[in-house]
């Protein structure tokens, strides 16, 4: 609430300086409303306190909502209104008039406003005369001030773990029997399925992610796959044959046969809700008895019994032993006695649910470790019949977030159930739909960070990075999602369409933010109300769902747009979004942007993301590199899109990928980037890219494809900060004159990626001196004797990935020897090995479980 009011009056004071010459009436209004809602800030924290159990309050602060809404409504359709009057003035004699005297093209506009805000300000009177009904405080500047500083946490360093096992409590023994089940092929060489069966929070999926890293180097091929209540067999076969190009259930299925047929293989099917699932798949599930093996979890009995000879695994509460040492896992190990027998009775109170104990202790570790904060928890909770407990702490933490994490918390029902959020896109969304407080001088991208992380710390979301990858993800329990899902609703925060039955009640309710996870999005969109500020629109896999055309022409006062995962998909209407800050269109096939004119339009565009996206329809960027507050640029696949010279990108923090040409380097207009964090960029020459490297001084990640590397770009002295550099890519050869230095390389480098490479030495030995690296991929990288020697150090590295090390046209050899000597990479836990045949893999003994992963 506290963003929202911020907003509104960020639009009204913006308004006044923009328009302050030709508000004249108008103008009168707009300061009154604004004086006003600066007035009711200073009882939100008051207000927000007392909500919970006073409808009065809880009304009054939906009114408040429902207002800072139309306000901003009113604004930005004065402004949309404005747009359309120039853009139907073909002639341009209004644009040229307009630059003398500007007034007559408004005075319509400013009449409807004025109109509207008139409307408001009679509503907003009454709201501020009924808060001191309500017995609602206005607290002074500096309490509020002191509130909002005690709520936030200090910028942490980001952890982003699967399974974090320091925190896992009860689960060992469960492991142990499901991985004899697994592994015994002797005694059962059948094909095999284990159902893993239990409440909502009870842990089976950890329990099966922690199976299925012991055991997966058993088999030839494995895979983990998250079904949830709404899956699509499609979808799931695609995943298992990694494929992306064929939809048709009764090719997928018999290939999906072939591909397992005469290999050993696991495949985990996560969250199963219907036993038609099994019955749809079992066909092409071979049974070549030789130890294949197939796991399900899930919260029904009725789906378990798929195996006749194996009865269903069920995972039980912890018990009051267990749960008391999880709590105090999650709060602090060091507890203190006097707090002990408090814990005890809050630990009891979850019935031996883990998340229910995790979130609980996500809650206690921001209270101040006192018998009266810990107390206080304990008397407060509501506590009903069995089998409620777990919502009711669930919805307890809810209101335990400070108010600037609980429109980040309620954000996430956005995406579907079990769905891998990516994490640079979701940050940006928060901060394109003004849902982030601003905090002094970090970057709002900063600060959103920060709010992730403090969810992560209270246990509401779940972040992981790929080992092998730079991508970060983030996901979301489905009971915690479901929690979302219910608080969101009930303020009008997001609306979910499963259906197009559920587009009825939008014509009674303007959907703020909307979110379409059916399969007739087309017919959704078409009945949907054009005030709609968020639109997601999020498919479960690449290119997975085909929709001929999304029209978003009546969509005025759309803000962020994204779409993940269709194809053959015509958009129109971009242009038409003036107010867009967010426009994602990721894992998409075949999309034709049509766009009448030109991007230039879109005059508050903040980000751009075209991530892993095929375009057709010969779309080009026209206009993009003139809209001055673009942060992030993310172009599509297979696209050779040229920074041009006088481009005017003063506020861009990411770049990926363009190409610099020679022409570039050459003007004195040469696009200033100093705020430039991350960088992939394809140079035309050495020349161009070295000038370019000189005006960046806040770069944390570079990634340069040229055909030739020369020393200029693997030790770039031209970059202001190199020493800052934490990710480095690198594809290309490199000149014979330059060896492979650590001491040149930058000191806190943890990623770096060296492609094409063709080293005349071993680069090992060197990069084992580096101590801040964390992930190492060699990629076509083929020594003149084709051995790799780890000698030393290596001392936090997490992930080492070797991909294509064959025969090239250079060098006639393959990299047959990979040796890793005693004591070398001692926080190793990732191993793969993609494409090199003839590859010889010796680890020392510590290091013998980490048998490689091939992948396939």
Not at 321 to 335: A, I, N, P
Request: proline letters at 5%.
């Amino acid at each position: 609430m506290e963003s929202l009011v911020n907003f509104a009056v960020g639009k009204l004071g913006d308004l006044i300086v923009k328009e302050a010459q030709f508000l004249g009436g108008v103008g009168n209004q707009v300061e009154w409303v604004e004086t006003e809602l600066k007035r009711i800030q200073c009882c939100l924290i008051d207000a927000d306190t007392k909500r919970k159990g006073d409808a009065r309050v809880e009304n009054w602060l939906n009114e408040l909502r429902d207002v800072a809404y139309r306000i901003e409504d009113a604004i930005d359709t004065f402004y949309v209104e404005i747009e359309d009057s120039r853009q139907k003035d073909s002639s341009g004699f209004l644009n040229k008039f307009n630059k003398l005297c500007c007034m007559p093209m408004k005075v319509p506009c400013l009449h409807k406003l004025g109109k509207e805000l008139g409307q408001i300000r009679n509503v907003l009177d009454g709201i501020s005369k009924s808060r001191v009904d309500y017995g609602i405080k206005e607290l002074p500047q500096d309490t509020k001030k002191e509130r909002s500083q005690a709520d936030e946490l200090p910028m942490r360093a980001k952890a982003y773990l699967d399974v974090d096992e320091t925190k896992i409590v009860g689960l060992d023994a469960d492991k142990d029997n499901i991985l004899n089940l697994l592994l015994n092929s002797a005694e059962t060489p059948r094909r095999a399925v284990i159902t893993i069966v239990g409440l909502g929070g009870l842990g089976k999926t950890t329990l099966a992610r922690m199976v299925y890293e012991s055991a997966k180097a058993n088999f030839k091929y494995h895979i983990m796959l998250s079904v949830s209540q709404q899956y699509n067999l499609v979808d799931l076969v695609r995943q298992m044959l990694n494929q992306k190009e064929v939809d048709l259930e009764s090719i997928l299925l018999p290939k999906l046969k072939s591909f397992l047929s005469g290999k050993k293989y696991l495949i985990i099917l996560d969250d199963v809700w219907e036993v038609r699932l099994w019955e749809q798949l079992k066909d092409a599930l071979p049974n070549d008895k030789n130890g294949s093996r197939v796991m399900i979890t899930s919260r029904s009995i009725d789906v378990a019994p798929v195996d006749p000879e194996i009865p269903p695994y069920k995972l039980n509460s912890l018990n009051e032993k267990d749960s008391l040492t999880l709590l105090l896992k999650e709060v602090d190990e060091k507890c203190p006695n006097d707090l002990l027998e408090l814990a005890d009775a809050l630990s009891k109170k979850c019935n031996g649910l883990p998340l229910a104990l995790k979130v609980l202790g996500g809650v206690l570790s921001k209270k101040y470790q006192n018998y009266h904060d810990w107390k206080n928890v304990l008397d407060t909770l509501d506590w009903y019949s069995e089998g409620e407990d777990c919502m009711n702490i669930l919805a307890m933490s809810y209101e335990d977030m400070p108010y600037y994490l609980k429109p980040c918390f309620l954000h996430l029902a956005c995406f579907p159930e079990d769905y891998a959020i990516d994490v640079p896109s979701l940050i940006r969304m928060w901060v394109a739909d003004r849902i982030i407080p601003k905090n002094g001088k970090k970057t709002m991208e900063e600060t959103a960070e920060n709010c992730l992380q403090q969810l992560f710390e209270r246990n509401m979301v779940q972040l992981s990075a790929s080992p092998y990858y730079s991508e970060r993800i983030c996901r979301v329990h489905d009971l915690l999602r479901d929690l979302a899902i219910h608080e969101a609703e009930k303020i009008n925060f997001v609306t979910i369409f499963l259906n197009p039955e559920d587009v009825n009640h939008s014509h009674r309710v303007v959907t703020r933010r909307a979110s379409l996870q059916s399969d007739s999005d087309e017919l959704i969109i078409k009945q949907m109300n054009p005030k709609t500020r968020s639109l997601v629109l999020c498919c479960a896999s690449w290119g997975s769902r085909i929709i001929n055309s999304l029209n978003l022409t009546e969509f005025r006062l759309l803000r962020v747009l994204e779409i993940i995962g269709v194809k053959n998909t015509e958009i129109r209407g971009l242009e038409k979004l003036i107010h867009l800050k967010y426009l994602g269109i990721q894992q998409c096939d075949e999309i034709n942007l049509h766009i009448e004119s030109s991007l230039e339009h879109l005059k508050n565009l903040e980000t751009f993301n075209l991530h892993r996206t095929f375009l057709t329809g010969g779309f080009e960027p026209i206009g993009l590199w003139t809209i001055s507050t673009l942060r992030h640029i993310q172009t599509p696949y297979i696209q050779d899109w040229v920074l041009p010279f006088n481009a005017i990108l003063r506020n861009l923090q990411t770049l990926r990928s363009v190409k610099v040409t020679e022409e570039s380097y050459q003007h004195d207009q040469f696009p200033c980037l100093n705020n430039l964090r991350e960088l992939r960029v394809n140079p035309e020459t050495i020349d161009a890219i070295v000038p370019l490297l000189g005006t960046m001084s806040c770069l944390l990640s570079l990634e340069i494809f040229c055909p030739w590397i020369p020393k200029e770009l693997v030790y770039p002295t031209a970059l202001p900060n190199y020493q800052d550099l934490q990710s480095l890519d690198l594809s290309g050869k490199w000149d014979k004159s330059v060896s492979l230095e650590a001491r040149l390389l930058p000191r806190h480098l943890a990623i770096l990626v060296l492609a094409n490479s063709f080293l005349g030495q071993d680069p090992m030995p060197e990069l084992g001196k580096l101590q801040s690296l964390k992930k190492l991929k060699l990629i076509d990288t083929v020594l003149p004797n084709g051995t790799y020697i780890c000698p030393t150090g290596f001392p936090v590295l997490e992930t080492l990935h070797f991909e294509d090390m064959s025969k090239c046209d250079l060098l006639n050899v393959n990299v047959e020897l990979l040796r890793v000597e005693k004591g070398v990479m001692p926080k190793l836990k990732y191993l793969r090995i993609s494409k090199c045949p003839s590859l010889k893999v010796e680890l020392p003994l510590e290091l013998q479980h980490l048998i490689p992963d091939y992948g396939y």
